[in-house]
């Protein structure tokens, strides 16, 4: 089966609120796996409902259209759509008392616009609508099938959640969506680019994110149990190819998973920042929790502030500037002291537009200190803009610190093993 969302209301166009409803449409159709081909939105105007309902037509088996069943002169939905199937409008005895006893507990007489929300398409299935006053509708025609919903989102969903199981049969259609970082979008497409052109149930389908990817796996089954079984095979064979990118799933974030995975681990950090200038502690204490994980940050931006704060040497300063691995490192060991913390991290470098040490632009030193000892990395960016560069370094050193306690889980685990002889 086919099906087009279509929305119906002026404000959608004008910007003035956006059209949520044919996002949650669309996965409430993939869960009762029905494949979603258009989404189309019109305003409130007869001449152009009657057009786009009969492209409509030409298109989809199944045509779900919210908006248009207010009470106002210019909610149109039900009379074009039952013009367009010749069919009457007529009273629906149910809703119509619904709305009387609402009217009444205001203490008011109903009016003949709002006795037009009880009218409804003759032979149509009346979708009582818990959340609101007009009720939506199911008809059934030789050729296609029509769903007429509020616009109202909390309306709208009222009547799915009562009314689902009544409308569509047991296939499912499940997905699940893999988070990458460290591999651009057509780095991670060549690796997986036979899986990505033979998979058909379950596909692959790769979205592009700023300094991410997502791969979303999407698999039609007659029930939940097999599609999920198919997806996780999939996952298997994606993870064999670019697992060491991978980081999570669904909506979730760098920042979310790093604390989740230190917590786990019962392990502390503390941050001392210059370029990204509290930026990567911001993104951490946005996570609920993240005072379990988070001792302290320090932005020591000025050279006399990370002398101060974190004793880092002044020759270090003179003789290899700021942005160097020498006072990364010394950054680190000094927060790391500071704060009494498991792990800590410094991020140093050059974020434009122009060089303060002689370094080149885009130029970022961040080391990690723990109990071992300390690791430098240099990263090195294309000279974007200043914000950009800042980003990716925010990102990156997230990315470096799950890579970091993942090496350090594995040493743990060695360091554990009993060899018997």
């Known amino acids: 089966m086919k099906a087009e969302i279509i929305a119906v209301g002026s404000e959608l166009l004008l910007g003035e609120i956006a059209n949520t409803n044919a996002q949650y449409l669309s996965e ?82 109903m009016t003949n616009n709002e006795q037009k929300q009880a009218l409804v398409i003759d032979g149509a299935t009346v979708l009582r609508n818990d959340a609101g006053l007009a009720p939506g509708m199911s008809v059934q025609t030789e050729h296609h099938q029509y769903i007429v919903l509020p616009g109202v989102p909390r309306e709208m969903k009222q009547i799915l959640k009562d009314h689902f199981s009544h409308l569509f049969g047991q296939e499912t259609i499940r997905s699940r969506t893999l988070r990458f970082f460290g591999i651009g979008e057509s780095a991670l497409n060549d690796r997986l680019e036979t899986l990505i052109k033979e998979a058909t149930n379950p596909s692959v389908a790769p979205y592009a994110e700023l300094a991410e990817v997502r791969l979303r796996l999407t698999a039609k089954a007659l029930d939940q149990q097999e599609a999920d079984r198919m997806l996780d095979e999939l996952e298997q064979h994606v993870l064999a190819e670019v697992g060491m990118y991978f980081y999570g799933y669904g909506e979730t974030s760098l920042p979310e998973v790093v604390l989740k995975r230190y917590q786990e681990a019962g392990l502390t950090l503390s941050l001392a920042e210059s370029l990204t200038g509290g930026a990567v502690a911001s993104g951490l204490v946005d996570v609920s929790g993240a005072s379990q994980v988070l001792r302290g940050s320090a932005v020591v931006y000025d050279d006399a502030a990370k002398q101060g704060v974190l004793s880092v040497p002044e020759v270090l300063l003179r003789e290899h500037t700021a942005v160097s691995k020498e006072v990364a490192i010394a950054m680190a060991e000094g927060v790391r002291e500071l704060y009494q913390s498991d792990i800590a ?9 122009t060089s303060n040490s002689g370094k080149v632009v885009g130029t970022v030193y961040c080391a990690v200190a723990d109990a071992r000892g300390t690791r430098i990395v240099e990263w090195q960016y294309p000279s974007f803009d200043r914000g950009m560069i800042r980003l990716r370094a925010v990102k990156d050193t997230y990315f470096l610190l799950l890579k970091h306690l993942e090496k350090s889980t594995r040493v743990r685990k060695l360091a554990n093993v009993q060899v018997c002889e």
């Open 345 to 353: 991290v410094a991020l140093t470098g050059e974020a434009g537009p």
């Open 28 to 109: 409430w159709l993939a869960s009762a796996g029905i494949d979603v081909h258009y989404h189309t939105v019109v305003g409130d105007n007869r001449e152009r409902m009657q057009e786009t309902f009969r492209q409509a037509q030409q298109r989809a088996d199944l045509l779900v259209i919210t908006g248009g069943l207010g009470p106002t002169e210019d909610d149109l939905t039900k009379e074009v759509l039952a013009d367009l199937l010749g069919r009457d409008l007529v009273l629906d005895q149910a809703a119509y008392e619904r709305i009387e006893g609402f009217l009444k507990t205001r203490q008011r007489e």
